[in-house]
């Protein structure tokens, strides 16, 4: 059984950071491709980081810069840094398991709620 629980999200000034957790079980990180969406209020969800099996990390041309994915294998955790971030970056933010570039997988946390204050 797969589970994704994403922690790490709360309340902070614009100009801030972050950095969100996704700690994986029942299926492993180092092994297969892990993404991070988000969706604000009446909007689509968006994938703004994927990180594949071998480490590769690939974020939009629009976020570059001020996102970053990683991961730590022992801890089968993704991680989501978040820098100098805007109120437009305040969404819900998602994990998401064996999904690629344009697809997303079949296994999603519950989400971690990102706001920015002006």
């Known amino acids: 059984q797969v589970q994704l629980v994403e922690s790490g999200g709360g309340l902070v000034q614009a100009g801030g950071s972050l950095r969100l957790s996704c700690a994986a079980s029942?299926?492993?990180?180092?092994?297969?491709?892990m993404g991070w969406y988000r969706q604000a209020p009446g909007k689509q969800r968006d994938l703004v980081a994927l990180?594949?099996?071998?480490?590769?990390?690939n974020v939009p041309d629009s976020l570059k810069g001020r996102f970053t994915i990683t991961r730590d294998n022992a801890e089968n955790t993704a991680y989501l840094q978040i820098n100098r971030l805007k109120p437009e970056d305040t969404s819900v933010y998602y994990c998401?398991?064996?999904?690629?570039?344009?697809?997303?997988?079949?296994?999603w946390g519950q989400g971690t709620q990102v706001t920015v204050s002006s």
């Open positions: 998401n398991a064996l999904g690629s570039w344009g697809r997303t997988g079949p296994y």
């Open positions: 990180i594949d099996k071998n480490a590769a990390a």
């Open positions: 029942g299926i492993s990180l180092s092994k297969n491709n």
